[in-house]
């Protein structure tokens, strides 16, 4: 359950995150704003810490320097939502971002990468997967598909009513 919350609280986090973020870039720009969250967040982070943990920040040894990387990514993921929110609209973006990231993780889980345990990928994932995916594409383009459109009725006159 606590594993549920956290993931909950992550979503609405980026996806809010990100609302500021491009808010924010209209006024200082995406690279601006790029830089205060992630510097504001490096404040944060050294403040919790500092409180919660109690192992050397800098204890790197044994780590898979590939893993370093990921500050990398976490630039690069504000900045692409940023953008991707600017120009598409934080539901559609959201969308697309949940669907990639859903894929990339399942490549990781199927092939055992960054030393996971390998998961099958099996039909329903895939089935799943697809609905996703179809679910986006009538999120987006369901107002250019007839039959997802309600007809409505012509309204009649009373005058024509009583004829």
Known sequence: MTGIFFSILAGIMISTQNIFNTRMSGKIGSWGSTTVVL???LIASLLVFT??????LF??????PIFLLSGVFGVTLVYCLMRGMAILGPAYTVSITMVSQLAVASTIDTFGLFHFEPVPFTWTKALGLSILMAGILIFKLGHRIPALHRQEKPKQTYAQEAK
């Open 39 to 41: 510097g504001l967040g």
């Open 51 to 56: 409180i919660v943990e109690d192992t050397p």
């Open 59 to 64: 204890a790197l040894s044994g780590i898979n």
